[in-house]
Structures are given as C-alpha cells and as structure tokens.
C-alpha cells in the first residue's frame, strides 16, 4: 500500500540557508528512498529562506537519473514553497530533464545506481 | 627582495590585466621574499582584494614571503578595514562606517562557513542599503550561486577567496569571489570535450543548458540565472577565468583576451541597490506543473 511520507527540507538541513549541494544530497536520499519504495513523498519548503540551483539539482534534479518523469509526478509533491523558489524549481526540472536526455549520461547513471545497489545488499 | 609594482585597481580589463601580469612575473618564485610595491596604486576597489589575495595566497604556497609596500593612506584604509592587510602582518583596524564586507579564505568545503558568513554581512547589520526584500533574496541567491559554482568546477585544492564593499551614497554593492582553480577552459576541455579560447569558455559557461557537469547531478544553470538577475538589476557582472575576460553591463556582453592568465576564476558583482524590481512573481505556478 503507498504511503505519504513528508519531509521537511529545513529539518534535514538544520537551516534555512539551503545552498549546499551535499546538504541537498541529504534530501535526495531520502526522496530516493521513499520514491524507490513505491510512496509517495511530500517536500515541505516551510522555514527555508533561500534556495540555489545547486541545492536543489542535488536534491531534486538528480532524481530524474533512475525515476521517469511520470513516477516522479505521481510520487513527488512540494509545498510550502515561496512563488519565485518554485519558478527556480521548474527550471531546475526543466535543465535535468535535458541532461538526462542524453543517452550516455542515462545510462552511467543507471549503472552507477545499479552498482551502488549491488554494494547495499 | 624582489620587487613588483601594482598599479590602480578598479573594476575593468586593464586592472584584471594587471593582476594577471602579477601573477605571470611572479608564479615561478620559491622561497623568495616578494615586495608589491603599491606607490602607483592611488585607487583599490575594495572586493578586488579576493583576487589580489587569491594571487598572494598562491605565491605563499610556494614558500615566498608576501610584503605589501608604499600603500597609500586611502588604499590603507580600505585594505585594513576590511581585515585584508592582517593577513599580511599588519593590524585589523575598526571598520568605522561599516561599509566593508571582509575579506575571507574559505576551503572548498566549507559551504555552511560561507553561508554563516554571508549571514552575518548581509542580513544581520543595520548599515545594509535600503533594499526590497525581494532585491536582497536574490543578492544572496546569486553570491550563494557563485560560491557553488567555485565549489564545483574550479576543482581547487587552495581554497576561495570572497570579499565585499557596500557604497551607500552611491547605491552600490559590490562582491567578488575568486577561486585558484583549472578554469573555465580546462574544465571545459576536460568536460565537454571543446577546445575554446579562454573568453569564448566563459561565453559558452554563461549561456544556458551548457554544462561541464558529469554524473548523477545536473547542473548549467547558476551563471545564467546570476546573469538574468544582474541584466534586470541594472548592475555589472565581471568573469575573469584563465586569460578571458568576460562583462555583462546594461545588458550588453563584452569578451576580451588578457595577455597572461588568472590561476582560476575570479566572479565580480556590482548590485544597483536602488533597483525597485519586485522579484516576486505576481502569479503562483501550480505544484502540479512543476515535474
């Protein structure tokens, strides 16, 4: 059965500053698990002052490597979100559907993913 | 003691020219003691000192002793307002209008030092310009960006270098960032398999979907949006990296060819404080066309 799970970006930060893009890498881990599992995820903006394309190719943008983009619209929600971020947002979508456009790119991302699966188990 | 003059630094090709040639004359010393003879520098836009300090730093690398000499009174006070002399044994003097953003070194992971950094200048003083919430959120994106940037694709194992300057009277803040990393050429040679001369690099790193990025991130989007803010801000963007100098001013682009080049990047902003913009979008885009 799909769950909704929520997590809040500034809890998984610790800051309102989310710029980083190790400190997105910490949200996309956790987007990646709960989407990889079939749930659906809900990414609260609440609290965050400030946001970089950086930040959120590393947390979002990267998802688009191993999900479609059909999964990730059914399973990935945002809220809280100020207009202006969620306009940064759509861009960031839009540049990371392009650079997984390329077929080479896709497939080392698949492979590294599948590889990265294979150390876990 | 060897002797190097530097000239006046303003914000324009020839003092990044001129820095350049700094570097080129003195690059190959080791365990030498360095004089840079300011007599001729009447004037020093206080952010160039990320760049004059990213050079120093690199000659400090090599085991040289860095000596800065006959600084004019009103290039001293600036450079010691701004904590950039005590890194080269003088005092850090109170920086009495509070018009100084100081100079820092930061390591290539020290991503949360320079967003408490940025914190502290920027948002917690009360001698910040007027400006529109919306003008400041998008200051601090950008410079965030550049830092980001740096961080990515410089590959820099000595660190960057930021430093600010806030005119008030003038409506002007300038910041600039420089890292000693390979550059946009190489990267982009290394990356996107592309032979370009150094200011046709940053042309091609400034235009959007282009991108040395490899692996599971994407990325090739910050420079374009720091553009876009800078082009509706009014104010100037300056990227100097290897031998290219590249400027976006009034929404015009200018490329020229430096006849030595920057050991990295250096990032300049100049923000039109004044700038009555909104940057808030009046109309929400529905979460549901987001992905």
Redesign the interface.
Known sequence: MKREMKISVYEVVG?P?C?????G?KVHDRLAAVIGAGHRAILSFHNV???????L??AI??L??PFS?EQ??CL????E?A??D????????E??K???KDPQ?FE??VR??LEDEQDGA | MLRFPLPQVHHDYQSFAALARLYARTKDCFLERIEIDMSSATWFEADMCAALGAILYSLGQNLNTVELTNIAPRVWDILARNGFLSHYGRAKVPDRWGSTISYQRFDDRD??FF?RY??SQFIHRSEMPEMSS?LL?KF??SI??I???A??HSRTQLGIFSCGQLFPSKGLLNFTVADLGVGMRQNIQDFAGLDLAAEDAIVWATEE?N?T??????????LK?LREFIDLNGGCLQIVSDAGFWQTKDERVSTARLGHPFPGTVVYIGINTADLNS???T???D?????
């Open positions: 800051s500053l710029v980083a893009s190790e400190d890498q002052s400030t946001l970089t394309s950086a930040f190719n590393a943008g990267q688009y490597g983009e990730i619209r990935l929600k945002v809220e979100m207009p202006e969620a306009a940064l947002l759509k861009r960031v979508v540049t990371a392009l650079y997984f790119r080392q991302v590294e993913t | 991503d949360h967003a940025i914190e919306g959120k601090r994106e965030f960006e830092f980001s940037n961080v990515w979907n991108t990025r490899r692996g599971p991130i994407p990325g090739g989007l910050g949006l940057y808030s979008l109309s929400e885009l979460p549901n066309e987001i992905f």
